[in-house]
């Protein structure tokens, strides 16, 4: 069975950081592309960052360049997000999921980040 | 950056009727459409891909149909666990910048 787990969300200042987690199992985590997609309180989805299976290529939306930074561990079939320089506007529930075909099959369920003083 | 813009924001059906929902892209995206319901409290799940091809395990209910910049998701027969968000995203461009819809409420009647 397919599971995502997210860990590592929680209250934190403005300008401040904070390093998602996402512990994946079930299935081979090293031949998928994988992603980071939010949705701030009672809003839509956004999609955050994507990752290549090796590393080595990484792409963000245009809000987050330069402050977040997507990684990958094959070896412990984990997915990070280092998100710096936080505004108030990160704030959000933040999802890990798999990519098929560009699109998200399966999700974990969410780890929640506050920005706020 | 590609806007997806849905229709209507809220629709109320009758379970056992049918529900149309709508999704229309800013320029053409061809078929790099998907389709994401989404309950409170839950994480997103993927019905739709390839504009109209069903996700793993998703019942024959479900079917998207457009291409192009209008796309349509219709649910058959509703059934009470069907009321919830759905959004419509989309994968065209590379480098990725994928968007989504701002969501779809599909309510009990």
């Known amino acids: 069975e397919v599971q995502l787990v997210e860990s590592g969300g929680g209250l934190v200042q403005p300008g401040g950081s904070l390093r998602l987690s996402c512990a994946a199992s079930?299935?081979?985590?090293?031949?998928?592309?994988m992603k980071w997609v939010r949705q701030a309180p009672g809003k839509g989805l956004e999609w955050v960052a994507s990752?290549?299976?090796?590393?080595?290529?990484?792409y963000y939306v245009d809000s987050v360049k330069g402050r977040f930074t997507i990684s990958r561990d094959n070896a412990r079939n984990s997915l990070y997000l280092q998100m710096n320089s936080l505004r108030a506007e990160d704030t959000a529930v933040y999802y890990c999921?798999?990519?098929?075909?560009?699109?998200?099959?399966?999700w974990g369920q969410g780890t929640l980040v506050t920005v706020s003083s | 950056e590609i806007v997806m813009t849905q229709s209507p924001a809220t629709l109320s059906v009758s379970p056992g009727e049918r529900a149309t929902l709508s999704c229309r892209a800013s320029?053409?995206?061809?078929?790099?459409l998907a389709w994401y319901q989404q309950k409170p409290g839950q994480a997103p799940r993927l019905l739709i891909y390839?504009?109209?091809t069903r996700a793993t395990a998703i019942p024959a209910r479900f079917s998207g149909s457009g291409s192009g910049t209008e796309f349509t998701l219709s649910i058959s027969s509703l059934q009470s666990e069907d009321f919830a968000v759905y959004y419509c995203?989309?994968?065209?461009?590379?480098?990725?910048?994928?968007?989504f819809g701002q969501g779809t409420k599909l309510e009990i009647k």
């Open positions: 999921a798999r990519e098929w075909y560009s699109c998200g099959d399966y």
């Open positions: 079930g299935f081979t985590f090293s031949t998928y592309w």
């Open positions: 990752i290549k299976q090796d590393g080595t290529e990484k």
């Open positions: 320029q053409s995206v061809s078929n790099n």
């Open positions: 390839g504009a109209s």
């Open positions: 995203q989309q994968y065209k461009n590379w480098p990725p910048e994928y968007t």
